[in-house]
């Protein structure tokens, strides 16, 4: 019997990228899309070829995660050989929800293994990113949260067929009374070459400019640590510009790390990066031990000196 | 009003190290901890015992050794605490946490709010906050960092990947917690000291009317190996000019720059 393969999002670019990804499985399954909340995503999920189209219609003041009651009732009804869920926060609770629900297992931002017959593979970073568990789904329907740009992306088109059958949802009791929007990124850390990334090792704002200057004359980009973007008294990123494992992972040739001290949570985001050079004047911070080159000594001496260098060099 | 804050008791990251001819992850050496974000679970419950009175519920399930927990989580200003001691938690799925948690907070009774941190330090998998509402039949609110309680509603501001979601929620509701949602105390000696002398509870699953087949997991581990990536690790260190220069030769030679 045809396999049937389920992707969940309230983004239509993340269904796409989840159907496509599919594909790359190796799979002839049967792709049914839930698009939650967002009649838009359901349109991209039809024009990236799912098979069966749901848009979850939501209420007025439910949250995304509302859908979860209908959605398990779906599930369960058609059934499914495995679901897959797009990692956003929302999509990470949503999938908590619906396995609880399900009675089913859930590998949270884990990557497919293996899918064979009826066993599924996955594996996920543990302990902040320090070492990697594989799992095998034994029972139940398996249930993956997929984190972002884990597969191509493909180009975006909307389609009307086949046929998007609109779902109404619970309320739930959640209400939402507001929404704010933040500032996002607007810099392709995904793509850089060269990352320069400070953490709480600088002092003011003001200092800012001198890594713009460093990573301008080598071609790149900052960024920064978790605490930067989020920590009272810093924010001085958007936050989704921080590197790490719970934020972006990058992968230049050159990743520069300055006045951080190299925690686990964050090096998992530049395990990708070819060199990678550590400054820090503490001899004993751990950034010492991941990098290629390290520089023991105060960012605000060996900073302008490598800008210095660099130019000289050029 | 009663409020119950879970908490995991992990390995601290920090101390764990990987055997380099087979990849496992040596843990002996390593110390344990009250897991990063659960620790802004159990201030936030206090912080509003401190505003509002009420009586805060420390809950953590696992292996023997989580028990030295308690008192860590007393001196952070819990008012009672509840130790679940279960040998086969060690790495468990979450789905069976939260199955044994939820039979507990319901042991516990008459709770109003449980919060639990984002995800746990180890293993991240920031499900047993939701699972735990589906099997109390209650609401949850994920990735909250600021939380204002009238009466019996509260308001809470959530932090998603775009931006906060304001939402009002009629308690008892499941809350889960971002770091960034306060700054956790460092218990005083005096409170490390009274910790002590408040009331602490074991449970077994018995306890708890849970047999050994309703712990059963979905999923099977196959493995837990290190991931971290050899480096060169070439230290400089002394006078500013030479090191950045060895550095920069370094990274010319290679072609980097
Ligand atoms: C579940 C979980 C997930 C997390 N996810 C992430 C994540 O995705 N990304 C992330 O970044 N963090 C993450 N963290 C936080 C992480 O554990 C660290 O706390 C954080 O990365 C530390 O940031 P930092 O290096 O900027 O600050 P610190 O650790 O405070 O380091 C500052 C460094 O600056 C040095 N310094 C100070 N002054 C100078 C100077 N003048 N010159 C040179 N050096 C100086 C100090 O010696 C120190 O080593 C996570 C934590 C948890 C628990
Ligand atoms: N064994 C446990 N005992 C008590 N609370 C737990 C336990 N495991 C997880 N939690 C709570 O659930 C949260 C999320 O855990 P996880 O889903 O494993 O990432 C943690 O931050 C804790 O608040």
């Not at chain 1, 995503?41 to 189209?53: R, T």
């Not at chain 2, 001691?85 to 039979?103: C, K, M, Y």
């Not at chain 2, 941190?117 to 600021?146: F, H, I, K, M």
Request: glycine fraction near 8%.
């Amino acid at each position: 019997m045809q396999k049937k393969f389920w992707v969940i999002s309230e983004q239509g670019e993340l269904l796409a990228e989840m159907i496509n990804g599919v594909k790359l499985l190796g799979s002839d399954a049967a792709v049914i899309a839930a698009a939650l909340g967002c009649e838009r995503a359901a349109k991209i999920a039809a024009g990236a070829g799912a098979g069966k189209i749901y848009y979850f219609k939501l209420n007025e003041g439910a949250p995304v995660e509302a859908a979860y009651t209908r959605l398990a009732q779906l599930i369960k009804d058609e059934g499914a050989d495995l679901v897959l869920v797009a990692a956003t926060r929302r999509g990470k609770t949503l999938a908590a929800l619906l396995a609880a629900e399900l009675d089913a297992g859930l590998a949270s931002e884990a990557k497919i293994e293996e899918f064979g017959d009826g066993s599924v593979k996955t594996s996920r970073f543990v302990y902040g990113g320090l070492a990697i568990s594989t799992d095998t789904f034994v029972s139940g329907i398996p249930i993956v949260s997929i984190p972002p740009r884990t597969w191509e992306r493909p180009a975006l088109v909307e389609t009307e067929s086949p046929a998007i059958t609109e779902i109404a949802c619970d309320p739930g009791r959640v209400r939402v009374v507001g929404q704010k929007s933040r500032e996002s990124s607007t810099v392709n850390l995904e793509e850089a070459e060269v990352v320069v990334t400070i953490g709480r090792g600088v002092k003011n704002r003001e200092d800012l400019a001198m890594f713009e200057e460093l990573a301008g004359l080598l071609g790149g980009v900052t960024a920064c640590t978790r605490p930067v973007a989020e920590e009272e008294g810093y924010r001085w990123f958007p936050e989704d510009s921080y590197i790490g494992i719970s934020g972006r992972a990058v992968k230049p040739k050159l990743y520069i790390s300055i006045g951080s001290s190299g925690q686990i949570q964050h090096l998992a985001g530049c395990r990708d990066a070819k060199v990678l050079v550590g400054i820090d004047k503490n001899e004993d911070a751990p950034i010492f031990e991941s990098s290629d080159y390290g520089i023991v000594g105060d960012l605000y001496q060996v900073v302008p000196e490598l800008i210095k260098q660099i130019k000289a060099a050029k | 009003m009663r409020i119950i804050a879970c908490y995991k008791y992990v390995l601290d990251e920090q101390d764990l190290k990987i055997n380099p001819e087979n990849k496992t992850l040596a843990t002996d050496r390593a110390a344990w901890k009250i897991s990063d974000y659960d620790r802004n679970a159990i201030e936030e419950a206090v912080r509003i015992k401190e505003q509002l009175g009420a009586t805060v519920v420390a809950l953590t399930a696992g292996p023997a050794q989580a028990k030295a927990s308690l008192k860590d989580a007393l001196a952070r200003g819990s008012d009672e605490g509840i130790f679940i001691q279960e040998d086969a938690l060690r790495g468990a799925d979450p789905a069976v946490t939260a199955r044994i948690l939820a039979r507990a907070i319901e042991k516990i009774g008459d709770c109003d709010l449980v919060f639990c941190g984002e995800g746990a330090s180890d293993d991240y998998a920031q499900q047993v906050g939701p699972r735990l509402a589906v099997l109390l039949g209650w609401p949850v609110v994920t990735y909250v960092n600021r939380t204002q309680l009238e009466g019996s509603l509260l308001k809470a501001e959530r932090k998603l990947d775009n931006g906060m979601e304001l939402v009002e929620i009629e308690l008892p509701t499941v809350v889960t917690v971002t770091g960034d949602i306060n700054v956790p105390r460092i218990p005083s000696l005096k409170q490390i000291m009274s910790a002590g002398k408040k009331p602490m509870q074991t449970w077994t699953l018995a306890d708890l009317g849970i047999t050994p087949d309703q712990i059963v997991s979905n999923l099977r581990n196959e493995s837990v190996k290190g991931a971290v990536v050899e480096r060169k690790r070439q230290i400089f260190k002394g006078d500013p000019v030479e090191t950045v220069s060895q550095v920069v030769a370094a990274l010319i030679k290679e072609g980097t720059i």
